[in-house]
């Protein structure tokens, strides 16, 4: 019985000197200046107007692109470039046709040379034919051989026709005037059908294609007023919902609208990311959304989370289950409630119990 006392005892001793070690260890870590941090709260928790977000495109936006496969022989613009419709883009190897419109030409000179050959016999027997010199048959003859020399003639100035039209696809004009936004070839490459080239846009007129769901689509009427926020230039403005699709097929489950812009005078740009404000008040739910911005989120694998300021003032990582994404923000499935404040920024690293100290 003593034995097994004393054994008890030197064990519970190693237990207490092991804790007293880690414990010393942590307040050894804890000795570092504390991390000044950037808190806030998730975004859009108490919204309540219906919110889309989107991207900003412009309303004239082409992919230029040609029929005729050649090497490019010229492009005669970079991005940013400003051009006005009409003007030479690029130019692809036409020597193809070229050698196709000479040949065209020389069929059509055979043909008004026949053609007129053919028009002067069957003037020449029409007359005899009214003066009953020559027969019926022998006019039907010649009357078919004008015609046919006519239709010869006819089909050659159209080959010519479709040769010059071919000539637009090697010689590719700005259809609208406007700006050079991206070049996806350069010169000396092959152009290939349908391949895109050069892609040009009309500055000042922009529009936003948002994703609602169908819980409230139902409700978004065409011709409604809306504010368009534009985070990255902080600005808000205007818009008019121009188009509401019936169909969510290819959308996954989420019906697209079409906000206009109406204030051109703002520092827009294409490709911006916006949030469309409806006038109408979000359906009651049980659950109100989350949002967080995605430079907020730390990926470990295949786990995905943020850190939050414990009541010790110390980073704590909290593991998060996420579910879509909304311009730069990202929904918060669980893990993260819309009272608690999680850390944006830091002006040092961060780890799981690092000591902090909120900025204000």
Not at 207 to 232: L, Q, Y
Not at 263 to 282: N, W
Not at 313 to 318: D, G, P
Request: glycine letters at 6%; proline letters at 3%.
């Amino acid at each position: 019985m003593k034995r097994t006392i004393y054994t008890l005892a030197i064990a519970g001793l190693i237990l207490f000197t092991t804790a007293c070690g880690n414990d010393d260890k942590k307040q050894v870590a804890d000795k570092g200046p504390a991390v000044e941090v950037q808190v806030e709260t998730p975004a859009a928790a108490g919204e309540r107007f219906l919110t889309a977000s989107g991207k900003i495109d412009a309303v004239n936006s082409a992919n230029l692109s040609t029929r005729m496969m050649g090497f490019i022989e010229d492009i005669h613009v970079n991005v940013g470039d400003k051009v006005n419709k009409g003007r030479l883009l690029i130019s692809i190897n036409n020597t193809d046709l070229q050698a196709k419109r000479a040949q065209v030409n020389a069929g059509i000179t055979e043909a008004e040379a026949a053609y007129n050959n053919a028009k002067k016999d069957y003037e020449r027997f029409k007359a005899l034919y009214e003066e009953q010199s020559a027969s019926q048959k022998e006019m039907d003859d010649q009357t078919a051989r004008f015609e046919m020399a006519k239709a010869r003639l006819e089909a050659a100035k159209q080959m010519k026709n479709e040769v010059n039209s071919q000539f637009a696809y090697v010689n590719i004009r700005a259809p609208f005037s406007g700006v050079i936004t991206n070049k996806f070839a350069e010169e000396g490459t092959m152009a290939n059908p349908g391949q895109p080239l050069l892609a040009i846009e009309a500055p000042g007129k922009f529009e936003v294609m948002a994703r609602v769901p169908e819980s409230e689509i139902s409700r978004i009427k065409t011709g409604t007023k809306v504010d368009v926020i534009i985070k990255s230039i902080d600005k808000t403005v205007e818009g008019t919902v121009t188009e509401v699709s019936t169909s969510a097929r290819n959308t996954g489950g989420q019906y697209m609208v079409k906000v206009a812009l109406e204030d051109t005078e703002a520092e827009v740009l294409s490709g911006m990311y916006a949030t469309v404000r409806f006038p109408i008040e979000k359906k009651e739910t049980t659950t109100k959304a989350v949002m967080i911005p995605k430079e907020a989120i730390i990926t470990r694998g295949d786990l995905k989370g943020v850190y939050t300021v414990s009541a010790q003032n110390t980073a704590m990582l909290r593991w998060l289950r996420l579910g879509r994404t909304y311009g730069d923000r990202v929904e918060v499935l669980s893990g993260l409630s819309p009272e608690e404040a999680y850390i944006v920024s830091a002006e040092g690293k961060l780890f799981n119990g690092a000591k902090v100290t909120v900025k204000e």
